[in-house]
């Protein structure tokens, strides 16, 4: 099993980046995906999350209307859009996936419940 982000970089506030997540080694498809993000110093935090179909998408309070998520189920690809970043984005994005057991699952924001991460790719936004 692999999860090998990458897109990261140095940009300057108000600048865009694209996340992408190349996945292998699981199926995919009944997969939910999330991507988490640490900062220095701090906890990780949930960041964005995507059902296994690619229809529902959930972000936190604080991407709302900057970023977005989107899968591709035949290239096993995870992406996370990224637009207007400000240095509190500043961080390393993390994937992950959990797998969806039931059709009753209730889409999990808490990192425990996701099987397989990333490496991660560090985001910095700094002028």
């Known amino acids: 099993v692999q999860l090998q982000a990458s897109g990261g970089g140095l940009v300057q506030p108000g600048g865009s980046l694209r996340l992408s997540c190349a996945a292998s080694?699981?199926?995919?498809?009944?997969?939910?995906m999330s991507w988490f993000r640490q900062a220095p110093g701090k906890g990780p935090e949930w960041v964005s999350g995507?059902?296994?179909?690619?229809?529902?998408?959930y972000y936190a309070d604080f991407v709302q209307g900057r970023f977005t998520i989107s899968r591709d189920n035949y290239k096993n690809m995870l992406s996370l859009q990224m637009n207007n970043l400000a240095p509190e984005d500043t961080a390393a994005y993390y994937c992950?996936?959990?797998?969806?057991?039931?059709?009753?699952?209730?889409?999990?924001?808490?990192?425990?419940?996701?099987?397989?991460w990333g490496q991660g790719t560090q985001v910095t936004v700094s002028s």
């Open positions: 992950a996936a959990r797998p969806r057991r039931s059709v009753y699952q209730v889409f999990s924001q808490q990192q425990d419940d996701y099987n397989y």
């Open positions: 995507i059902d296994t179909s690619g229809r529902q998408t």
């Open positions: 080694g699981f199926i995919f498809g009944s997969y939910e």
